[in-house]
């Protein structure tokens, strides 16, 4: 019965708030108001389809706080969006934008939906729709949204694109994540993943631990997953397990070519499969590259030394946390450990680098490019990632530094770095 409970996020975001203040002195009507998100907004989007019929989707928005800055957080696009999970998301990204120390406070939405079974034009109708109906509740000065799970700079545009026109004003910073060429930021996209490397690497250092030959297991390959791989490789780790939803690969002496295995995941729609030699991916190339087929949650029990989480909520459970080999887990994935399996990981003195900060390179990048819009600016590349690099790496430390002052895990200091810097500002 607890495991049901816990495993349902809004729970969990509410448990870890509140193992979080206990090391705090803060005032009864200061947590209650983090207890409870500010607004939250549910709406009927209908959608004609292509073959005439009308559909009706449920969309969601919580506004869960603003003492910091403008609501901000991602739009989902997954089937099992509903509310419980979009209040917990939202409550993640103001503790998220707090640890980073952009000046936003936390907002998430999402519509429940398989995006994969809609038509591109069915896509563009649901994403005008529901911009139509969050139109009066948004704003470059009052919520910002932003690309998440299955959701990409072309759904920005278009959500951009509605927004102006409902609001008769074009306003590009009304959202964040959107293409290059359309008041979107150089390495936004990158950023996510990025970022990830960056606390990664920054955590090792002040733990003092070195990093080459290290290998590592990527359970998700969308935008975080991949591009991560593509940083961790290159810094010398070897990358041993990639998975989707539909599966993966664990090749033990390390994944070659992860571009060669990215463009076979594209045209094939799975990395399933992706064995690839030169740049022929088979599954006859598996005997030759001591390879074997890997379900998505064996990914996280692999012998390695890093496991990404990179997919979705509940990834590590009391189920399989004990079964975890690596010694760190970079928590890319917004909720990705339930907290029983929290519990078991400190217990195995698993280094866990917590979602808030592990990917809040997504939203670090989404406010410098909020912040170009809005001054008419445009930065180049390499400011934008080396702003990241400074902004990844003050947080880390701020948050290693609390985990030692308090004595307590990084996903406890992190909830006090941001706990403390929202409470000055309220
Ligand atoms: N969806 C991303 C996250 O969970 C990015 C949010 C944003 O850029 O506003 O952090």
């Excluded at 809005?374 to 430390?397: G, I, Y």
Aim: include cysteine; charged fraction near 25%.
């Amino acid at each position: 019965m607890a495991s049901i409970m816990l495993n349902n996020p809004w729970d969990r975001a509410r448990s870890q708030l509140h193992s979080a203040v206990s090391h705090l002195k803060l005032p009864a009507a200061f947590i209650e108001r983090m207890e409870k998100p500010d607004r939250v907004i549910e709406v009927s989007i209908p959608v004609k389809m292509d073959d005439g019929r009308k559909e009706t989707f449920r969309g969601y928005r919580v506004q869960h706080n603003n003492i910091r800055g403008p609501y901000k957080g991602g739009l989902r696009y997954h089937p099992k969006v509903d509310m419980d999970e979009v209040k917990a998301l939202a409550f993640w990204m103001t503790m998220k934008n707090a640890v980073v120390d952009v000046p936003f406070g936390g907002g998430k939405g999402g519509i429940t939906v398989d995006p994969k079974k809609l038509s591109e034009g069915e896509l563009e109708r649901l994403t005008r729709g529901f911009a139509r109906e969050l139109a009066p509740y948004i704003g470059e000065e009052v919520d910002v949204p932003a690309p998440d799970v299955n959701t990409s700079p072309k759904i920005m545009s278009w959500f951009r694109d509605e927004y102006s026109k409902v609001v008769g004003k074009d306003s590009p910073a009304v959202v964040t994540g959107k293409p290059v060429g359309e008041g979107g930021s150089e390495g936004r996209v990158e950023a996510t993943g990025l970022g990830g490397f960056y606390a990664l690497m920054e955590t090792m250092r002040l733990l003092g631990r070195r990093h080459n030959g290290l290998k590592v297991a990527i359970q998700g390959f969308g935008n975080v997953g991949s591009y991560l791989a593509g940083y961790m490789k290159e810094a010398g780790f070897r990358v041993v397990a990639l998975s989707d939803s539909k599966g993966g690969l664990y090749v033990p002496n390390g994944i070659i070519d992860l571009s060669v295995v990215a463009a076979c995941k594209e045209k094939s729609g799975k990395l399933a499969g992706c064995y690839c030699v030169g740049s022929v991916c088979d599954f006859s190339n598996m005997e030759s590259l001591g390879g074997r087929d890997i379900s998505s949650t064996e990914t996280l029990t692999l012998p390695v030394d890093v496991v990404v989480p990179a997919a979705l909520e509940n990834a590590i459970t009391e189920e399989n946390a004990n079964a975890v080999q690596a010694s760190i887990i970079l928590e890319m994935a917004n909720g990705p450990t339930t907290e029983e399996a929290d519990v078991i990981l400190k217990k195995k003195h698993v280094t866990v680098i917590p979602d808030i900060l592990a990917n809040s390179g997504g939203v670090a990048v989404s406010y410098f490019e909020w912040y170009q819009n809005m001054h008419d600016e445009k930065w180049k590349k390499e400011d934008v990632l080396a702003k990241l690099k400074e902004r990844m790496d003050t947080a880390t430390q701020a948050v290693y530094e609390n985990a030692k002052d308090y004595k307590v895990s990084l996903r406890e200091a992190a909830y006090i770095v941001a706990l403390k810097r929202l409470y000055d500002a309220a």
